[in-house]
């Protein structure tokens, strides 16, 4: 690092010598890991790229329409570019879609029908998926109210435990739901090797299961994605990685055509399906996004790593290790105690460019049973392909850290919190020298 960097943490940051010091010599260790990361980005870069120009992409597109929202030409062109990039029949891409939740929500209910049963494969889903099953809190319309039947099957050392998945398969099965990245949990993400092998497996034995991905925080970590190795359908979130930072809003379905139409049916109206709806001129960003997302991604992985090695040489357990392969952008780190969770969200929150002055504290923010911090001080609210942490206030007490729109954003939350976490004296300050 320069020395007029140096100069700058120091002064306007006042951060202490030591942690820069101690900060540097850590990213010494991961280096040799950036040139992965910049091969998987250079392929998905290119097909990005060839995606939009298949569609015949144009300058025209970004128009948008009014009222039922028919023809509209740059929707139609976003769902053919998402459903070339994840390699699958069809697409359902909306700023309508309101999150993550939301379209994994809409999947959800536009495939199943009462007496109909789904099971996660991959152990507890994401928290507020919890409450829309209607497992946890005490909420009207939930899958489970509408006579859907639900199960969990845990993970096994951390892998799908495909034999029992097989046996646990009825005829009132018709839907397996695989979630792809850690979530609030202590477990890696299911890689997408490990996923061809469980959906090839499974599908040896019931052919016509359908095969569902969660795939938050997931697009572009690995060269391939679900939708390459046999996945059926694939939700996510656009304020999530997808939407490299620039799309304002909206979520994604790329899978079957016959399954997409049903799910469309469910988000518009029987019959309406994907003719209508508004783009709100969202469309040039939600594109703009997507060209940039594996540089952005790259990036945050690249932040990812500089805090798995920071923390992991304090003597915190992170997960992923930072020798494991990845698949999803979360580094969590198990602090086991609720003042090093918020003081480390704090200092990411410190280091963002917008919000900077603003102090997150633990909250009861909707969909979730436990009170979540979040630091998140995006140019887009909520936004957390942004740098930002959170974290529910609950045992062990780990902070997840993801996001960060350039790698040297990710390094300064790195060090801002890093320095917060040793001014309250919750780190082993010998452990920063040598
Ligand atoms: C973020 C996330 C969700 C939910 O997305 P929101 O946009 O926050 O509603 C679902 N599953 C996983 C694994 C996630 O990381």
Not at 40 to 59: A, D, G, H, P, T
Not at 124 to 151: A, C, F, H, W
Request: hydrophobic residues 35%; contains cysteine; glycine residues 10%.
């Amino acid at each position: 690092m320069d020395k007029d960097t140096i100069n700058i943490l120091c002064k306007e940051y006042n951060i202490n010598p030591k942690v820069i010091d101690y900060v540097n010599r850590k990213e010494e260790l991961i280096k040799d890991k950036f040139h992965k990361i910049q091969e998987i980005k250079e392929y998905n870069q290119l097909k990005v790229i060839y995606s939009m120009q298949k569609s015949r992409l144009s300058s025209t597109d970004f128009n948008w329409t009014t009222g039922y929202g028919y023809g509209d030409i740059g929707r139609d062109k976003v769902e053919e570019i998402y459903s070339y990039v994840f390699n699958t029949e069809n697409a359902l891409v909306r700023p309508t879609i309101v999150s993550g939740t939301h379209a994994i929500t809409l999947t959800l209910s536009g495939l199943l029908r009462p007496g109909d049963e789904f099971i996660s494969i991959t152990g507890s889903p994401y928290d507020t998926l919890q409450k829309v099953i209607g497992v946890k809190g005490d909420i009207q319309g939930t899958l489970l109210e509408y006579g859907i039947k639900y199960r969990e099957i845990p993970l096994n050392n951390g892998k799908i435990d495909i034999e029992k998945v097989i046996n646990s398969i009825t005829e009132k099965t018709k839907l397996l739901l695989i979630q792809r990245s850690t979530g609030y949990s202590d477990r890696k993400a299911i890689s997408i090797d490990e996923m061809e092998i469980a959906i090839n497996k499974i599908k040896q034995h019931n052919k016509d299961i359908i095969i569902m991905v969660d795939n938050c925080y997931g697009e572009f970590v690995e060269k391939l994605e679900p939708g390459d190795v046999g996945a059926d359908i694939i939700a996510g979130s656009l304020i999530k990685n997808p939407g490299g930072g620039l799309a304002l809003t909206g979520g994604y379905i790329v899978g079957k055509t016959n399954l997409v139409e049903q799910v469309a049916n469910r988000s518009t109206a029987p019959g309406l399906g994907k003719d209508c709806g508004l783009t709100f001129g969202t469309t040039r960003t939600t594109l703009q996004g997507l060209f940039l997302a594996p540089h952005i991604v790259a990036e945050a992985i690249k932040g990812a790593l500089l805090v798995g090695i920071v923390y992991k040489e304090l003597g915190f357990e992170v997960i992923p290790d930072v020798e494991d392969d990845r698949s999803d952008i979360i580094q969590a780190i198990k602090f086991n105690s609720p003042d090093r969770v918020i003081e480390f969200c704090k200092g990411i929150q410190e280091a963002s460019a917008v919000d900077s002055f603003v102090t997150p504290i633990p909250w009861d923010m909707p969909g979730y049973e436990e009170k979540v911090i979040m630091a998140a001080g995006g140019f887009v609210d909520g936004s957390s392909i942004e740098l930002s942490a959170d974290g529910p206030m609950r045992e062990p007490y780990f902070a997840y850290y993801q996001g960060g729109l350039t790698y040297e954003h990710c390094k300064l939350g790195v060090l801002v919190s890093l320095n917060n976490l040793l001014n309250n004296s919750l780190i082993d300050k010998k452990k920063l020298v040598y």
